[in-house]
């Protein structure tokens, strides 16, 4: 194994690490935080950064080219489906009367909701 290779294997790993502890931090930050809206934004945005991170270090690791497009697939989807689904779950926080509507500074799904019915 060239010293090339040990280096990206390095840093494949060092990656991994990396992104597996921001996922981690989400984590804690779903535990600790209060209401359903700070833990929506804990679980999405670490985990999204983490995910990405931990992709390019096993894409360091893998090295070929069906195996870097399935990463990319991975990473493609989960930007497009993690806001997605933040959204849904702060939608039906909120639909479910589980936000505190004194804590927001802009409440534009209020008027909305009170058009519809």
């Keep these: 194994m060239s010293v090339w290779l040990q280096i990206l294997d390095t840093a494949g790993a060092a990656l ?27 679980a999405t945005k670490p985990q999204a950064l983490g995910m990405l991170i931990v992709l390019a270090g096993v894409a360091l690791r893998l090295r070929s080219g069906m195996d870097l497009a399935t990463l990319a697939l991975i990473g493609f989807f989960q930007l497009m489906t993690g806001p997605v689904a933040a959204h849904l779950v702060a939608r039906s926080a909120y639909r479910t009367g589980q936000v505190d509507h004194s804590e ?11 058009e519809e019915t």
């Design 104 to 114: 927001l500074l802009f409440d534009d799904l209020d008027e909305q909701l009170t």
């Design 16 to 42: 991994v690490l990396l992104g597996a502890a921001i996922c981690l931090l989400g984590v804690v930050g779903m535990l600790r935080l209060k209401d359903v809206l700070s833990r929506s934004h804990a």
